[in-house]
């Protein structure tokens, strides 16, 4: 049978999905499964590391049944899955406890006590990513304070990907990508000691597995995995980078003039800009977002992250459904929110302006305050739903472009996915916000796609970044969107307004944050 496909894995938050490729990046199947994680105590979110392997073992197995052969055609398998978080293993591989995953926010005083003090800069001059509550360092650090027992059973830190690559292999090993922004220096590639050091964790560095970048090395599946997944042993096995990466190289970051920015407007908003050698890496006043390397020598992806981007929508929606119940009317979720998007065009651009700051998290790009919260500010009685609506989207698309500013100059053209790159109303905007072309990427699995393309570089099937993406991205790319001119000078205009408010904010919220303590 010829060995014709490629498998890649993509362990989301919300769904862990397995999808098969052709070798020129054409999708053959995809089966998924959800994810669940627990709640608990005072921002304590973790993940079941043996049920996210058996859900994975169970998701391969789905997609032997609908992909006739796919074991006996599968020519490699890679896996990437969501960031940062600390999934400790014991020396047998024995997790230790369940995984805390990047929503877990209990080291959140402990993140803002260190940004607020002396090392932060250097941190981040040395990492090129602001430190926050979720990423391994500060929980490694939280747990030192408040759990030494659960370190001193440990015997590696992995990451969600990690702990399914080890399961996989039995190779302790992390990625290019989350090694580097959380412990290392972007410009030398390797582990920076110091960065332990000023957290105060330098005693757990035994923790830290080594940094494998799966574009040029693969480990096999062993005899335990093969048979758990009932995929044949020896198939080589790629660790992809982040999800977030693998993201960007799916959907369309990389271009050879590197003009091309990539935003991924989902739950959360992913805004990247590609760097093309550490030198051009834009590090902001602020000391906020990420620095991620990609594959190929020099390459980075700048990214800045506004927490709630599609969730501001879906709450959006569900006040309008809760509305229509009061009423006696249960209108269907997909029609309404159609409905309301049509309407959109029509609705007076620039009035009132929202602030996409919905999440109890606050937000962390391009600024980090963890009690910042959404605002609409210019209502009046002639502002109607569409036009609250609009302003949603609009907010949207201010906070792209309050990321992108953070990052450097705007990008010529912005590569989109993500669920809301189905609305063409919300794609003008952003054109238009940009004052760039914008082009959605016609593929809904960008993750795993990403992961499988690093695969393929693993394995020579094509020989750089710039050759896989040529193959399997631009074939993908949509139409552009241009900006409308007149709109442009509009949002132009009032783009420091919306950071003259978000930046008078901060006292506000955190008198918010203190009254809430005080709620019954």
């Known amino acids: 049978m010829t060995r014709d496909l490629i498998i890649g894995i993509d362990a989301g938050t919300s769904v862990l999905k397995a999808v098969a490729f052709t070798l020129d990046g054409g999708q053959v199947g995809m089966t998924s499964r959800p994810n669940s994680y627990i709640c608990f105590g005072r921002g304590c979110v973790e993940q079941d590391m043996r049920r996210t392997w058996h859900d994975v073992t169970r998701t391969l197995r789905d997609l032997a049944e609908i992909v006739p052969g796919l074991a006996g055609r599968a020519v490699v398998l890679a896996v990437t899955g969501q960031g940062d978080g600390c999934w400790l293993i014991d020396a047998e591989g024995e997790p230790v406890g369940d995984g805390l995953i990047w929503l877990d926010s209990r080291a959140a005083e402990m993140a803002q006590e260190f940004v607020a003090g002396p090392d932060h800069a250097a941190h981040y001059a040395t990492t090129g990513t602001g430190l926050n ?4 360092s500060i929980q490694l650090a939280w747990l030192q304070r408040h759990q030494p027992e659960r370190l001193a059973k440990a015997a590696s830190a992995l990451h969600c990907k990690d702990w399914l690559y080890f399961q996989l292999t039995g190779q302790r090993v992390v990625d290019p990508s989350e090694g580097l922004f959380t412990y290392g220096d972007f410009r030398t590639g390797s582990y920076a ?15 830290l597995p ?16 093969a048979a758990e997944t009932g995929l044949p042993t020896g198939l080589p096995i790629v660790l992809g980078y982040v999800d977030v990466v693998c993201s960007a190289i799916g959907g369309g970051l990389y271009s050879p003039e590197g003009t091309a920015g990539c935003s991924i407007i989902g739950s959360t908003g992913m805004h990247m800009r590609l760097a093309q050698t550490a030198d051009a890496v834009f590090l902001n006043r602020a000391c906020s977002g990420y620095t991620m ?13 506004n927490m709630a981007a599609t969730v501001n929508i879906d709450w959006l929606i569900e006040m309008a459904q809760q509305a229509c119940a009061i009423g006696g009317i249960k209108p269907d979720r997909q029609e309404l929110l159609a409905g309301v998007d049509a309407q959109v065009p029509a609705a007076p651009p620039g009035s009132p302006l929202y602030h996409p700051y919905i999440l109890q998290g606050g937000e962390r790009g391009p600024f980090m305050n963890a009690s910042a919260r959404a605002q ?8 109607t739903f569409a036009g609250l609506f609009r302003a949603v989207y609009e907010g949207l698309a201010f906070a792209a472009r309050d990321c992108y500013s953070a990052m450097g100059d705007i990008p010529d053209e912005i590569r989109v996915t993500g669920g809301a790159a189905r609305s063409t109303a919300l794609l003008n905007i952003f054109a238009s916000m940009l004052n760039a072309r914008v082009r959605t ?10 992961a499988a393309m690093i695969a393929a570089m693993s394995l020579g099937l094509h020989s750089s970044l710039a050759a896989c993406a040529d193959a399997w991205v631009t074939p993908t790319l949509d139409r552009p969107i241009e900006a409308d001119e007149k709109l442009s000078q509009l949002y132009s205009a009032l783009f420091p307004v ?11 919220w955190a008198a918010l944050a203190q009254a809430r303590e005080l709620s019954p």
């Open 133 to 136: 509550a979720c990423q391994q």
């Open 193 to 207: 000691p110091e960065i332990a050091e000023r957290l105060g964790i330098a005693r757990h560095a035994r923790l």
């Open 210 to 225: 080594d940094i494998v970048d799966g574009a040029r090395e693969y480990h096999r599946l062993t005899d335990r995995a």
């Open 293 to 305: 390397a990609l594959p190929g020598v020099g390459l980075h992806a700048q990214i800045q992250s």
């Open 376 to 383: 609409f500010t210019g209502l009046s009685t002639d502002t």
């Open 441 to 450: 990427v016609m593929r809904d699995e960008t993750g795993a796609a990403g």
């Open 498 to 508: 919306y950071r003259s408010i978000r930046e008078a904010m901060p006292p506000v």
